[in-house]
């Protein structure tokens, strides 16, 4: 079965600092991957998704951006981080009509 | 991008109520999925619809996507405590309604 796993669980950063989330999955050969930020009890927005190696598609201009080095490894960053950064981020891997989350990164720019 | 209203954004309700929340759009979707969330962790998928008019059930929750593939509703039996979380539906590329936050007081 997939699995997808996501680290830290939580992060204290200070503004201006940088910032890497990985996503990485098992169990599947090049999946759709997606990040999303989620405000507190809110709706999931959609920051990127990639369908391949190197292909990136960014549905928010923001200060984030994200790559995908490898098939299954899907990375978050920013080099220099505000407060309104912070948020509850979430990747997630998408089949064929099933969607598969990873455990979250709870992100605080103090 | 396709977009996905969700209604009503809150509901609290009593155990042993039923609820109905709801899902629509004006665009057309080959397949739409229900997820749950509790607080702190990522959401589950908890079911997908494809065909225009089917119902699928699981237990108390009954899923019911439109005739025209534009809506779906989710409908909950005698709700009880541990129904409580976000309900998220999402439709193609998974995006994501804004959800119905949900509350079933013991």
């Known amino acids: 079965s997939q699995t997808i796993h996501q680290w830290p669980a939580t992060l204290v950063q200070p503004v201006g600092s940088p910032l890497s989330l990985e996503c990485t999955v098992e169990g599947t050969s090049n999946p759709n991957l997606y990040w999303y930020r989620q405000a507190a009890g809110r709706g999931l927005q959609l920051l990127f998704y990639?369908?391949?190696?190197?292909?990136i598609s960014s549905e928010v201009p923001q200060n984030l951006s994200a790559s995908r080095p490898q098939d299954r490894q899907f990375i978050l960053s920013s080099k220099k981080l505000l407060l309104s950064d912070s948020g509850f981020y979430l990747c997630?891997?998408?089949?064929?009509?099933?969607?598969?989350f990873g455990s979250g990164t709870r992100l605080t720019v103090v | 991008t396709q977009l996905l209203e969700q209604s009503p954004q809150f509901l609290s309700i009593q155990e042993g109520e039923n609820l109905t929340v709801y899902c629509n759009s004006s665009s057309v979707f080959s397949s739409l999925q229900w997820y749950r969330q509790e607080p702190g962790e990522g959401p589950v998928l908890l079911v997908t619809?494809?065909?225009?008019?089917e119902v699928k059930k699981l237990k108390r929750l009954t899923f019911q996507f439109g005739d025209a593939r534009k809506d779906s509703s989710l409908h909950i039996t005698a709700a009880q405590p541990g129904d409580t979380g976000l309900y998220l539906c999402?439709?193609?590329?998974?995006?994501f309604g804004k959800g119905t936050k949900l509350t079933v007081n013991p």
């Open positions: 997630a891997w998408a089949g064929q009509m099933i969607g598969v």
């Open positions: 619809v494809v065909t225009g008019g």
């Open positions: 990639s369908v391949g190696i190197g292909q």
């Open positions: 999402a439709g193609e590329k998974l995006v």
